[in-house]
């Protein structure tokens, strides 16, 4: 299967969130690849934005099935939640659970005027009743697989697709 | 020969009853978790959800409301249950055995005990006998161990030192009755600090200290000289009374911490207490409330450092 | 009852005999090593090919229970333990409940001990009553209704002009006064070697030299009095040599250890493992080997068992409150052999410390096989590995640090007076 590039997938993603950017938006990465993204889409606003990282490891919901992730990043949200229009990018959507939880934490810091959500890849399967307005590529991928996106040493994103474990 | 009864057949942390015999990279990984907690404090809902459903029982055989109560703000912030039991002596005087409390709490669903007794090894003894999906923190056990204090107090040196590998460190006051000494000592070797003084009287060295990897002093002007980090011993009133020591007075003047003897360190040596102080026996108050000090930093540390160890245990698969 | 033991390897220390002999056992003796005597027609034949026949294990300290602490043993269960182990002859401390200090219990104690016909009890009468350390025991009556010796067991004895006077007086009739060497105010709450591990584990520590200053004051007195002394369960490195001193001198002095010191060390105790709270505790490794050199140049005279049986209760505590003591009846003979397959000390001597040595510490003359002894005997495997089970022990105390261990050495038969009193196949 052909992936798709992702400097113009980015490209897509900031054409489509550009006309909902005022005054009181933030950009919100989810650790570790939509913070990836997050940080390629500030880049290309050409204003700044507010800036923070989420990760939402202690709002798991399978942390009694799986136990706590190896390498915890403190979240970091670094303005005022309240009242914000906040763009929550992360880099794949599937369940959406991963979702759900990043708002969870997100109220835990006030509450925002609005959450829109920005994804590299929206691959389907959802679980939950969650949908993305900014996507970069739909891709059909069978149950079997997992797509990744990966970060070289020069900063540069690529994604990648792996036979699921188990 | 003697497995290691705190990891699971996967190598992760089922318990936590002593630093000794924990690899660094499983305190690094309790002091990393214990970051991404830190901030939670500065949100508007000053808590996760992560141990909602959770029941942790705060199991104190011996009175200690401070310790006690670090370990419920931790768990309450975690979103856990916390249940608070004060057993004292008073279901063992009635005859019922260290293990009849623990199995009859755990058949109240537990799935945390935080445990503190006066008798070294309790906490081992009951992680040896409880069902295999709870967690046993200890909380002190006689003089053996006090490990969550122990990484607290790493986690606040490393907050002001960074690089552990290159700092002097001295323990000062009663080594031979200290669980926290004990504790911090096998948490300060395993991270590397490269050199770990004990100053005390004779009285209060335990035997084969060395063997701990330490340096003793028995004079705390040369003990202090150049060290990076102090930490002071708490002296239980009690150790008066015997032949330990002659008086509080004579203590304080060869071992008590005051500025004269703070100015024999780094110029940037940070001060430690784990607490309660006794101000004038082993601290000078100027010193306590001094720039040095962090004693402030290292309860608010405490609190990150808990939660960090309860989500970690209770992430961690229990041996069958 | 006449019994033929056949093809199997004499072993018999005091007769320096080890070699492949039959043995003729008729009406309770022995009659004969190596050729029948004439007309002799057995009742029953016990082959013993690929077996070692011994005396009877001599056992210097076992605790029975009895009177008082039935919940944690009874008589029953422990003399069968005690054959099960090959042991033939035991010697029980008086720190029974009340202690054995008039001759009316150890008449008793004697009493149900025979009626079970299975080892041979010698009781050892308290020095003083109620082993307080105060008042002298009637022991010349004590030693008339069957005491051995006189000891103030585990009790700590903190009066010296007492210890000196019972030793006097004991002097007087000749018995042997047996002391366990610890200072009481050193040893005070002490759990554990004053070393390494208890300093790792914060647990209340003994040092050493709680023992060599009690054992300095025993053998002063020793020298005093001129009173015979046995030093029971000697722990440490120093110990043994001032033990090696006063025999050199020629103090009537003799010792024991606990098998368990021959083995372990105050390492074994691991994280907290209650099994290994013992009287006196288990020192360090430097210690551990003294004692084994000491048994080899024969500064240690015997090993014992020192049998203590505790409920599972009493040990389900953290290590400090857990009971003191340890199972042992059952694994004297193959911890016995397992330190002299260790230290390449032969099977012949190694027999000795639990059967010659221990019978002439008791001035008897059981432990060994010439013709016309009482045919007290055990057979056993030498190669036969067994696990150590709490639910395959006879005995009712089931702790001891040699939980799961596989050791070599299984008792086949124990004959007490020409009687099988023990079998197992």
Redesign the interface.
Known sequence: MQLPEIDALILEMARQIKPHLTAESALVGIHTGGAWVAEKLSELFGMPLPFGTL?I???RDD?SR???H???????IPFE??DRHIILVDDVLNTGRTIRAAM??L????RPASIRLAVLVDRGGRELPIAAQIVGAHLKLAATQNIQLNRDESGRLSLSLHEKKD | MHKNPQLNKHGELQHLLTIDGLPAATLRHILDTAESFLNIAEREVRKVPLLRGKAIFNLFFEPSTRTRTTFEIAAKKLSADVINLNIGTSSQSKGETLLDTVNNLSAMQADMFIVRHSESGAAHLIARHVEPHIHVVNAGDGRHAHPTQALLDMFTIRHYKQDLTRLRVAIVGDMLHSRVARSQIHALTTLGVPEVRMIGPKTLIPTCAERMGVQVYHDMEKGLKDVDVIIMLRLQNERMRGALLPSAQEYFKYYGLTAEKLALACPDAIVMHPGPMNRGVEIESSVADGVQSVILSQVTFGIAVRMAVMSILMGSEGEQ | MKIHIKNGRLVDPKNSIDAQRDVFVAAGKIVAVGAAPEGFHANRTIDAAGLVVCPGLVDLSARLREPGYEYKATLESEMLAAVAGGVTSLVCPPDTDPPLDEPGLVEMLKYRAKSLNQARVYPLGALTQKLEGARLTEMAELHDAGCIGFSHADTPLSDTLVTMRAMQYAATFGFTVWLRPQDASLAKDGVAHDGEVASRLGLPSIPACAETIALSTILSLARETGARVHICRLSSREGVALIRAAKAEGLPVTCDIAVHHAHLSEMDIGFFDANCHLVPPLRSQRDRDALRAGLADGTVDAICSDHTPVDDDAKLLPFSEAEVGATGLELLLPLTLKWAHETGVSLSEAIAKITAAPARILALDNGHLAPGQHADLCIFDPEQYWKVEPASLKSQGRNTPFVGFELQGKVRYTLVEGQVVFESL
């Open positions: 990760d490891s202690f709002y942390f799986i136990g706590l190896p390498q915890v990043k403190p979240s970091h939640v309240e969870n934490e109220f835990d810091y006030g």
